[in-house]
């Protein structure tokens, strides 16, 4: 096993390297003067609104859209056609894509020859044609090609799980679900329902899939339980769409996969994450346009409970406090959340609000 000082200096040569292709790759774009954008965020979701928020723009332009990965590669495929999305050599693999491009965006101009559009909480919040002309350009596009092998009723699920400790508050480890027994009672209970699921995650989700697998071969006697690769081996951006459009809806934790159920006006529930300064209005925007529900875990400190944000986790990483508890949506107040929401049954659903 290789210690962890080890570890660190293999990732930082890594950085390093693709530090550099990328540098190399703005310079031969600038030397044959074409010109680019992309969203400073690099993840799925915000790639893929990013790119509808500015689409008038980047098309008007006639400007290509840069890649780092196939992370936002599809769905700039989906927008703007092959010929207008162009990607670095080599792009950055999707296991270590996110951790090289936190590194990169902390220098002080990352970007120094990209055209950067707005993009933020405003212009979504603001984005007046959000709620209808992204299901119309969707439907648009892939009607001709629109063919999903699932007949029945299905919920599909994304779970974040990254270890077992619910204290953990360094990175993605906040919105992820620490206790994974809930979620096997959740899958059991829509499969008695004689609801068939689909799971979003793929084998680089490393430990959730694995439990996913599990549960699976534990409980699944009727084969309700797909995995996306199952239904779509290439799950490209209009496979998402598809596969979303004719689904009940999403579940599951707080990330890039829930946003297309989100904008195609599926029934979206997200649990166990935290609320950030910066998505408060894009929350409320979601929750009163579409059919966006939202339950954050709580944190204890000093007797007192609290929602979980971004304020009180910077509070306690600044003065070095540990004896706090964090507190994640128990499996009751997970069920009556899904009864109310997919289900239309009344939710005794009072969980403390601060």
């Not at 003067?33 to 509808?52: C, E, P, Q, R, V």
């Not at 994640?328 to 969980?351: A, C, P, Q, V």
Request: glycine share 4%; with cysteine; aromatic share 16%.
């Amino acid at each position: 096993m290789l210690n962890e000082n080890y570890k660190k200096k293999i990732l930082w040569y890594i950085f390093i390297f693709y530090k550099a292709l990328i540098y190399i790759n703005f310079f031969v774009l600038k030397f044959f003067n074409i010109k680019f954008t992309h969203n400073k965020s690099m993840g799925f979701g915000d790639g893929a609104l990013y790119f509808f928020i500015n689409y008038r723009k980047i098309k008007n332009k006639k400007i290509k859209t840069l890649n780092f990965s196939n992370i936002t590669l599809k769905s700039s495929k989906f927008y703007f056609g092959n010929d207008n999305s162009i990607s670095i050599l080599p792009k950055i693999p999707k296991r270590i894509y996110y951790q090289v491009m936190s590194n990169f965006l902390k220098n002080p101009n990352p970007f120094p020859y990209s055209i950067i559009f707005d993009y933020g909480p405003k212009q979504i919040v603001n984005c007046k044609n959000l709620k209808y002309s992204f299901r119309r350009l969707v439907n648009c596009k892939i009607l001709k090609n629109h063919n999903n092998k699932l007949k029945q009723n299905y919920i599909c699920i994304h779970i974040k799980h990254y270890n077992n400790n619910r204290n953990e508050i360094s990175g993605a480890s906040l919105r992820q679900v620490s206790n994974f027994d809930k979620i096997e009672i959740l899958i059991s209970y829509l499969l008695k329902k004689k609801i068939a699921i689909v799971i979003l995650n793929s084998e680089e989700d490393r430990k959730a899939y694995k439990k996913f697998k599990n549960i699976k071969t534990k409980i699944d006697k009727d084969n309700l339980i797909y995995f996306v690769k199952d239904i779509f081996p290439s799950f490209s951006f209009e496979s998402q769409c598809a596969l979303a459009i004719d689904s009940i809806g999403y579940v599951g934790t707080d990330g890039g996969p829930s946003l297309l159920y989100t904008l195609l006006r599926k029934k979206t529930y997200v649990f166990d994450t935290f609320k950030r300064s910066k998505h408060l209005t894009i929350h409320k925007n979601y929750k009163a346009k579409f059919n966006f529900y939202v339950d954050y875990k709580f944190i204890t400190y000093n007797g007192r409970k609290f929602t979980l944000s971004d304020k009180l986790i910077n509070f306690m990483i600044n003065r070095n406090i540990e004896d706090f508890e964090i507190e994640d949506i128990n499996y009751s107040e997970l069920e009556n959340r899904m009864e109310n929401i997919f289900f239309n049954k009344t939710s005794n659903h009072t969980r403390y609000k601060k």
